[in-house]
């Protein structure tokens, strides 16, 4: 009785099988890597906050701190977001006395 386990087309069927494995395993690991990674960013309050600081202490001018808010400017989303046309600019000209 033949064995089949050494014919090169059942070898190589398992070598398939085993390898399919590793991939999702792979795949099932990337995941929950990324899953841990993607609760470790920041949100768009905490780089504002981040860049206002920078400004108070001086590190940035008034005009770099402008050209950063312009080019990285954008829409707050969420319960915690902040206006950024109130948190910014104290002195507003459509303010009312």
């Known amino acids: 009785m033949p064995d089949f386990s050494t014919t090169p087309a059942v070898q190589a069927g398992g070598a398939v099988v085993i390898l399919c494995v590793l991939i999702a395993a792979a795949f099932y690991l990337m995941s929950i890597f990324r899953d841990y990674a993607a ?3 920041e949100t ?3 780089h504002l906050l981040k860049l206002e600081e920078m400004h108070r202490k001086g590190d940035i001018s008034e005009e770099e701190f402008r050209i950063i808010q312009a080019t990285t400017h954008r829409q707050p989303c969420g ?3 902040i206006d950024d046309s109130t948190a910014l600019d ?3 000209p459509n ?3």
């Open 39 to 41: 609760d470790d960013q």
């Open 44 to 46: 768009a309050a905490d």
């Open 79 to 81: 319960p915690n977001a």
């Open 90 to 92: 104290d002195s507003s």
């Open 95 to 97: 303010t009312q006395s």
